[in-house]
């Protein structure tokens, strides 16, 4: 193996990072989702999304209200895009009387920014294993005064 080189150490760092966003927005919002207030959102105003995809959705804010009635938000923002403007309340979750943000009751909520970040950081400690033992291996090689043959510069046999 060759050195370890700027692109693999970009990716790691990407990776590293991302993962550990991913991951802690994901298990922020199934915190919320699990131990929050349940209640209901209304969508008062809702904006274009804006991706270089073409699927944009609506971003929407709005209203809150707890199940229970024990209080209301009168402006949250919703952790989701939707495709048209709901006009009917939207189960949701906040995590108390003065939340700014609630998460909709969908899985995917919470479950895809998880997965993706998890992911992410699988492989950018996978990267740094890798770059470890590979630093390892050449340090040794070095101390012992032998040197690491590259699999190219093999002569046939």
Avoid: Y
């Amino acid at each position: 193996m060759g050195r370890i080189g700027p692109r693999r150490v970009l990716v790691t760092v990407v990776a590293l990072g991302a993962g550990v966003f991913l991951l802690g927005g994901g298990l922020m919002r199934l915190e919320t989702r699990l131990t929050g207030v349940p209640g209901h959102f209304r969508a008062e105003r809702c904006e274009i999304s804006e991706s270089r995809h073409g699927d944009d959705g609506l971003l929407c804010t709005g209203s809150f209200e707890a199940e229970d009635g024990s209080f209301r938000i009168a402006q949250v923002d919703v952790e989701t895009v939707f495709d048209e403007k709901p006009t009917e309340p939207v189960a949701a979750t906040v995590d108390g009387p003065s939340a700014t943000v609630a998460v909709e009751h969908r899985t995917g909520a919470w479950l895809l920014p998880a997965a993706t970040g998890l992911f992410c950081l699988i492989v950018g400690v996978r990267n740094v294993v890798v770059a470890v033992r590979h630093t390892r291996r050449s340090g040794a090689s070095a101390a012992s005064g032998t040197a690491e043959a590259e699999p190219s510069a093999k002569s046939p046999a």
